[in-house]
């Protein structure tokens, strides 16, 4: 495979499987038509994700891994990575923070998506899930400083992992977003990616139906929107 554009890489650093693809599928889709190489890190083993009572944990864990590939092939995205980490209880410490500064270093994207970590309320309908605050503050922690100095992890250096600079933030679930992405032409996509989430979604008319109605804005477009920051140094 030829070496990818540095300018045209992208990681999706979510807390579960599922949420980057509800945060940023669309426009991972029309990115991967542009040439974008985009990469997974999914931040916990998806362990409580389940109504069922029957449904033995390890089986779970092994399921959503299955679909949260299955949802990238689907999107254009490229490698799943996965930490191990209890879902429902993400702690941000030093050893999650190094995990992420090592996939940051690995992948050297030029943007990350990842969650808006900023309100504990978003939009007055939601609570944004102690995971997702981890992550996303873990991720941004990661973006900078850390993953940008060599005196942080400096045990990195001796595998080869140098230090690296994101270029830009994209952060979905925000109450503040200024970078609206019409994703009308890959909403199709979207669904079809979330769809492979069989264990979250079991119905899947149900769930196509909910989403092209909740989805669509007044003027019938569908739009991904994030916080966008450009870092300027
Ligand atoms: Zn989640």
């Known amino acids: 495979m030829n070496q990818p554009d540095p300018e045209r890489i ?4 979510a807390a579960h499987p ?5 945060g940023c599928a669309g426009y991972v889709a029309r990115l991967a038509r542009d040439g974008w190489a985009t990469t997974f890190l999914v931040c916990t083993n998806g362990a409580k994700g389940t109504e069922d009572r029957d449904m033995p944990r390890e089986r779970l864990i092994s399921l959503r891994r299955d679909e949260q590939r299955e949802a990238c ?6 490698e799943v990575l996965f930490l191990d980490n209890e879902d429902g209880e993400l702690a941000y410490d030093r ?3 190094e995990s992420i500064v090592r996939v940051i270093r690995t992948v050297r ?3 990350v998506f990842t969650h808006d970590p900023t309100d504990i309320i978003i939009r007055d309908s939601f609570i944004n899930h102690p995971d997702h605050r981890a992550t996303g503050t873990a991720a941004l922690d990661a973006v900078y400083p850390t993953a940008r100095d060599h005196l942080n992890f400096p045990e990195h250096l001796d595998e080869g992992l140098e230090p690296h600079k994101v270029r830009r933030l994209l952060l979905w679930g925000s109450n ?6 019409d994703i009308t032409d890959d909403v199709d996509i979207k669904i079809d ?3 492979a989430h069989v264990t979250q979604f079991g119905n899947r008319e149900d769930f196509v139906t909910f989403s092209r109605e909740r ?3 007044e003027n019938g477009r569908y739009i991904e929107q994030f916080r966008k920051i450009d870092l300027q140094f």
């Open 10 to 13: 992208a990681l999706v650093i």
């Open 95 to 97: 050893s999650f923070l």
């Open 193 to 195: 990616a979330l769809t």
């Open 176 to 181: 503040h977003p200024n970078f609206d992405v």
């Open 73 to 78: 092939r689907r999107m254009g995205a490229g």
């Open 18 to 22: 599922d949420d980057g693809d509800f």
């Open 109 to 111: 994207p030029h943007t």
């Open 215 to 217: 989805w669509k804005d």
